[in-house]
């Protein structure tokens, strides 16, 4: 990049000044998703420093503050980014990136980097020497890079991957790899007293949260508060009385954490000191009643007691599975029987959506559609057509096949003869990023995502004549949510946000909605994708948790996780007899997946 401020659109953070030849300076790849820059007239948050984690990361947003009064909206400006860091020591690190700019060719370079309270120095050593300066924050997965522009200040957030080489699985703190296994649970206030603690002696194994209750005392609050979690603990004891414990936490909404521990207990007291990601300790009581682990800490309004469950050794939970399949496919007493998940199709490569008719199940990936038999194909999943290498989202509808290209298109083909071209329906113009395609009331929706805004358009599905496309939904409720799933049906448009929360939209027509009264439902995990619904649920997938997740329509107010356990699921669809699901593949360590290791899987509604 040119290292004078403001000098490029959408700068990169270590480019160089001219194009780099594929190959120079780093191997890494770009998979990131199109991040368009958008202007916010308000001040800007302030650099708060941290210990940044090795891993790839995706930038997924730029914003340009321009302070009270200023610019606001988009600037009409993407960028694709992919950074690979590596530290070296506490304020160290090495850093690779790839960047292609909307009006630029891609950019490789390769540079140092050297840590320092709020601040960070990046020395570049390809394809040129060079040095600048920015401020930073990193918290959680996520990284923030502040730099002046000439229109206030410039906020670039990158995003860690989950398996990224050198990471931990893209989720907050390089301090465990324990997996988040629970059930999605809701905190439950009580009114009255909590019980007494009772001590006991901790084994080694996984705990999941099974129940979260506040005990507001009488006359306090009671009844469900909005709050969901999931929750794992590993506790490894070393004596009767002391121990570690790596934990996963994720508070529905906010970014999940991972965090590691030394305990030693005293009668009811437990006793935790934090060993990463920083030093911090905490005094709490607790109970140990057969495979339960109950433990007891103030909080506001009462005292929270949280239950964890003993998982048995296939991994199963005792007495209840919520749904997860078992070892051997043997279901534990009392628990939900396997799952039942059936590979159906195998050596398909980073696969991105899926939809179903009535005899196959069709999948986008790597720049192509294929099909297979909804009873399984292995490696034969026949090449439909093909797409283009940004080809984001695909839906099929009575023979004809929908897929979203090069950022601003809508195509179709007629696949009932077997391979078809692609024919553009609609060019929605520049910066227009057309994405989700959906399937109802003899309509095609979609999702157009340009800057801070978020439109909902759509087509009638014999095809985008005089007159349209027409758009269903232009209210505020959605800018600067990052859409990751689109369902519509009679009644409602529902959307899903990859960071959590699912938005339900009344529709008045099926090309009008009733903007004022859309409504946020319920929260989700980060990660989340995949988005489908039928006339009784909506389900998606969690690729950083790696679950299958519903709720129940109409209102959509509480999730539910009847499976987990899943690698990689990225699209979900289901048909009367089967849930359909696509896996996006094995992580290469650069940020993309490894060719020919996706696949489609089903299991028994």
Same mark, same amino acid.
């Given at each position: 990049?040119?290292?004078?401020?403001?000098?490029?659109?959408?700068?990169?953070?270590?480019?160089?000044?001219?194009?780099?030849?594929?190959?120079?300076?780093?191997?890494?790849?770009?998979?990131?998703?199109?991040?368009?820059?958008?202007?916010?007239?308000?001040?800007?948050?302030?650099?708060?420093?941290?210990?940044?984690?090795?891993?790839?990361?995706?930038?997924?947003?730029?914003?340009?503050?321009?302070?009270?009064?200023?610019?606001?909206?988009?600037?009409?400006?993407?960028?694709?980014?992919?950074?690979?860091?590596? @530290?070296?020591?506490?304020?160290?690190?090495?850093?690779?990136?790839?960047?292609?700019?909307?009006?630029?060719?891609?950019?490789?370079?390769?540079?140092?980097?050297?840590?320092?309270?709020?601040?960070?120095?990046?020395?570049?050593?390809?394809?040129?020497?060079?040095?600048?300066?920015?401020?930073?924050?990193?918290?959680?997965?996520?990284?923030?890079?502040?730099?002046?522009?000439?229109?206030?200040?410039?906020?670039?957030?990158?995003?860690?991957?989950?398996?990224?080489?050198?990471?931990?699985?893209?989720?907050?703190?390089?301090?465990?790899?324990?997996?988040?296994?629970?059930?999605?649970?809701?905190?439950?206030?009580?009114?009255?007293?909590?019980?007494?603690?009772?001590?006991?002696?901790?084994?080694?194994?996984?705990?999941?949260?099974?129940?979260?209750?506040?005990?507001?005392?009488?006359?306090?609050?009671?009844?469900?508060?909005?709050?969901?979690?999931?929750?794992?603990?590993?506790?490894?004891?070393?004596?009767?009385?002391?121990?570690?414990?790596?934990?996963?936490?994720?508070?529905?909404?906010?970014?999940?954490?991972?965090?590691?521990?030394?305990?030693?207990?005293?009668?009811?007291?437990?006793?935790?000191?934090?060993?990463?990601?920083?030093?911090?300790?905490?005094?709490?009581?607790?109970?140990?009643?057969?495979?339960?682990?109950?433990?007891?800490?103030?909080?506001?309004?009462?005292?929270?007691?949280?239950?964890?469950?003993?998982?048995?050794?296939?991994?199963?939970?005792?007495?209840?599975?919520?749904?997860?399949?078992?070892?051997?496919?043997?279901?534990?007493?009392?628990?939900?029987?396997?799952?039942?998940?059936?590979?159906?199709?195998?050596?398909?490569?980073?696969?991105?959506?899926?939809?179903?008719?009535?005899?196959?199940?069709?999948?986008?990936?790597?720049?192509?559609?294929?099909?297979?038999?909804?009873?399984?194909?292995? @490696?034969?999943?026949?090449?439909?057509?093909?797409?283009?290498?940004?080809?984001?989202?695909?839906?099929?509808?009575?023979?004809?096949?929908?897929?979203?290209?090069?950022?601003?298109?809508?195509?179709?083909?007629?696949?009932?003869?077997?391979?078809?071209?692609?024919?553009?329906?609609?060019?929605?113009?520049?910066?227009?990023?057309?994405?989700?395609?959906?399937?109802?009331?003899?309509?095609?929706?979609?999702?157009?995502?340009?800057?801070?805004?978020?439109?909902?358009?759509?087509?009638?599905? @014999?095809?985008?004549?005089?007159?349209?496309?027409?758009?269903?939904?232009?209210?505020?409720?959605?800018?600067?949510?990052?859409?990751?799933?689109?369902?519509?049906?009679?009644?409602?448009?529902?959307?899903?946000?990859?960071?959590?929360?699912?938005?339900?939209?009344?529709?008045?027509?099926?090309?009008?909605?009733?903007?004022?009264?859309?409504?946020?439902?319920?929260?989700?995990?980060?990660?989340?994708?995949?988005?489908?619904?039928?006339?009784?649920?909506?389900?998606?997938?969690?690729?950083?948790?790696?679950?299958?997740?519903?709720?129940?329509?109409?209102?959509?107010?509480?999730?539910?996780?009847?499976?987990?356990?899943?690698?990689?699921?990225?699209?979900?669809?289901?048909?009367?007899?089967?849930?359909?699901?696509?896996?996006?593949?094995?992580?290469?360590?650069?940020?993309?997946?490894?060719?020919?290791?996706?696949?489609?899987?089903?299991?028994?509604?």
């Amino acid at each position: 990049m040119a290292f004078a401020a403001g000098a490029l659109a959408c700068p990169s953070l270590l480019g160089g000044e001219t194009p780099t030849a594929p190959g120079a300076c780093t191997e890494l790849s770009n998979s990131a998703p199109v991040a368009v820059e958008s202007r916010v007239a308000g001040v800007a948050p302030t650099p708060r420093g941290g210990l940044v984690v090795s891993g790839v990361y995706y930038r997924t947003a730029t914003v340009i503050y321009t302070g009270p009064g200023g610019t606001a909206g988009p600037s009409g400006r993407w960028s694709r980014q992919t950074l690979r860091i590596t @530290t070296t020591s506490s304020s160290t690190a090495t850093l690779e990136e790839i960047q292609v700019d909307f009006d630029e060719p891609e950019r490789r370079s390769a540079s140092t980097l050297t840590l320092s309270g709020t601040g960070f120095q990046i020395d570049r050593t390809c394809p040129s020497v060079a040095s600048r300066s920015f401020g930073y924050s990193f918290s959680g997965d996520t990284l923030e890079v502040f730099e002046p522009h000439e229109e206030g200040l410039r906020v670039i957030t990158y995003v860690l991957q989950p398996g990224s080489s050198g990471g931990d699985g893209g989720v907050p703190g390089a301090c465990s790899e324990v997996a988040n296994l629970g059930p999605l649970v809701d905190q439950v206030r009580v009114a009255s007293s909590a019980p007494a603690p009772g001590a006991g002696a901790l084994s080694s194994g996984t705990f999941v949260r099974i129940a979260d209750q506040l005990y507001t005392g009488s006359g306090g609050a009671s009844g469900v508060s909005g709050k969901q979690l999931r929750q794992t603990l590993e506790i490894a004891a070393t004596s009767a009385s002391t121990g570690t414990i790596r934990e996963y936490y994720e508070d529905i909404g906010d970014t999940p954490e991972r965090k590691a521990y030394t305990f030693s207990t005293r009668g009811a007291s437990l006793d935790l000191s934090r060993t990463c990601p920083g030093p911090g300790g905490k005094a709490l009581t607790y109970t140990l009643s057969g495979d339960d682990l109950i433990v007891f800490e103030p909080d506001t309004g009462g005292t929270r007691v949280s239950t964890f469950r003993k998982l048995d050794a296939d991994g199963g939970i005792p007495g209840w599975d919520g749904g997860t399949p078992d070892a051997g496919g043997t279901p534990d007493a009392g628990s939900t029987p396997d799952a039942g998940i059936e590979t159906i199709a195998t050596g398909l490569t980073d696969l991105v959506d899926l939809d179903l008719d009535g005899t196959d199940v069709y999948v986008l990936g790597n720049g192509e559609v294929r099909r297979c038999s909804l009873a399984g194909c292995g @490696t034969g999943a026949v090449r439909v057509t093909t797409a283009s290498p940004f080809a984001s989202s695909l839906a099929i509808d009575r023979g004809t096949l929908w897929v979203t290209t090069d950022f601003r298109r809508v195509s179709t083909c007629d696949v009932s003869s077997g391979s078809c071209t692609l024919v553009q329906q609609v060019d929605l113009g520049a910066n227009s990023y057309p994405v989700h395609l959906w399937v109802a009331n003899g309509h095609v929706y979609w999702v157009s995502d340009s800057g801070a805004s978020r439109l909902i358009q759509t087509c009638p599905s @014999t095809g985008c004549g005089a007159g349209y496309p027409k758009t269903v939904f232009n209210g505020n409720a959605l800018d600067g949510v990052p859409v990751s799933g689109l369902v519509v049906n009679a009644t409602d448009a529902y959307v899903l946000s990859y960071v959590g929360g699912i938005f339900r939209i009344p529709l008045t027509s099926a090309e009008t909605s009733d903007a004022a009264a859309a409504v946020r439902t319920v929260g989700t995990g980060y990660g989340s994708g995949g988005f489908e619904g039928d006339a009784s649920l909506l389900r998606w997938a969690n690729i950083n948790a790696g679950t299958l997740e519903s709720c129940e329509l109409p209102d959509c107010t509480r999730v539910d996780t009847p499976v987990s356990g899943l690698a990689t699921p990225v699209g979900i669809r289901s048909n009367a007899t089967h849930v359909y699901g696509a896996s996006r593949g094995t992580p290469n360590g650069s940020g993309g997946h490894v060719a020919g290791t996706a696949s489609i899987w089903r299991m028994p509604r």
